[in-house]
């Protein structure tokens, strides 16, 4: 690995060779290109040697092997779930980002809400899916736990993929019924229409740190699929407007996920606001994206963190293995 001289960057040796690994086959392929070609030229611009891979090339793991370090510069199904993670470790090959144990962990949300919850983070009642039963007696089960409006959602999905608010039973059947016929696992959470909060967690000497929470504005119902896609149907705003409690709650929310979960080196925990005041964590994200217009590297830049910074100390913190 390059050494650390105390500055800013890194000066890195001319035989080491940092492998950007982006695409994938996974349903976040574009966003995860879109983020290694930013990465890329981030780590050319401090002065490293770089190979830019895609996972979803057949010759993927030859390439792999033959580069110091993996920057793991994607996200979804095969990347961000501890597969590609134990890939690594078991070819001897260090990588950025969490681990095979708190990357499988956050990827399927049921499991991470109940270790989250065990640690004293709020999260919302969900409603576990079971794939065998039919939509119509599942809605029935789902309704007479939770109040309408629901939203339905894929167990082990990124970048809101899976998605379906229903406001009565007859929604709900639909939902459920089309999203089990695209192959997803499902459960439900009651739907709140509030704000929605992301926080970034950035370690420094091993000890995470939560960076200044970034509120989305979503153009629609929520923020789903289509509008995380388009620029014209969202924007954020960092530092979020915020009661200085209600920030503090949601830094140390953030901070408890990641280290609940077993993360390493950086996250993004999502929280919704209610009506109410009250938080509610929804997810955390092993692999948040990278782009230099995304969210993890605007909340690093409100923390006087730059991008070429931030990408230099996630490359710092690879290592393996990690379990």
């Known amino acids: 690995m390059p050494r650390n001289t105390g500055t800013t960057a890194l000066v890195p040796p001319d035989d080491v060779v940092v492998g950007v690994l982006t695409g994938g086959a996974s349903g976040e392929r574009h966003r995860s290109l879109a983020t290694g070609a930013d990465v890329a ?7 490293h040697r770089i190979h830019v891979i895609d996972t979803a090339d057949p010759g993927f793991p030859d390439q792999v092997r033959a580069v110091d370090v993996a920057f793991l510069a994607l996200a979804g199904r095969h990347a961000e779930d ?3 993670q134990g890939f690594l470790e078991t070819s001897g090959i260090p990588y950025t980002g969490s681990g095979v144990r708190a990357s499988a962990l956050a990827m399927h949300k049921p499991t991470a809400k109940t270790v989250v919850r065990a640690a004293g983070v709020p999260v919302l009642t969900d409603v576990l899916v079971t794939d065998a039963e039919p939509a119509h007696a599942a809605a029935e089960d789902v309704l007479a736990l939770l109040d309408a409006p629901v939203i339905v959602k894929a167990r082990d999905e990124g970048s809101s993929i899976g998605l379906a608010v229903a406001r009565d039973e007859a929604e709900l059947t639909r939902a459920l019924e089309g999203l089990h016929a695209a192959g997803h696992s499902l459960f439900v959470e009651p739907f709140v ?14 000890a995470p740190v939560p960076l200044p929470a970034a509120e989305i504005l979503a153009i629609g119902e929520f923020y789903d699929q289509t509008a ?11 530092p979020a407007d915020l009661p200085d409690q209600t920030a503090f709650d949601l830094a140390e929310a953030a901070r408890s996920a990641h280290t609940a979960l077993g993360c390493s080196s950086h996250s993004r925990s999502d929280f919704i606001i209610a009506p109410d005041g009250r938080i509610h964590w929804l997810e955390l994200n092993t692999l948040p994206a990278l782009r230099r217009t995304a969210t993890l ?13 931030l990408i230099e100390r996630v490359l710092r913190g690879a290592s393996t293995p990690r379990g």
Not at 228 to 238: V, Y
Not at 297 to 302: D, F, N, S, V
């Open 193 to 206: 229409e509030g704000r929605t909060v992301t926080v970034g967690v950035l370690e420094d000497n091993n």
């Open 297 to 309: 590297p605007l909340m690093a830049a409100a923390a006087d963190v730059g991008y070429e910074e």
């Open 228 to 238: 995380k896609n388009h620029p014209g149907l969202h924007s954020f705003r960092c």
């Open 82 to 84: 501890g597969t590609l």
């Open 41 to 47: 030229q981030a780590l050319t611009t401090l002065g």
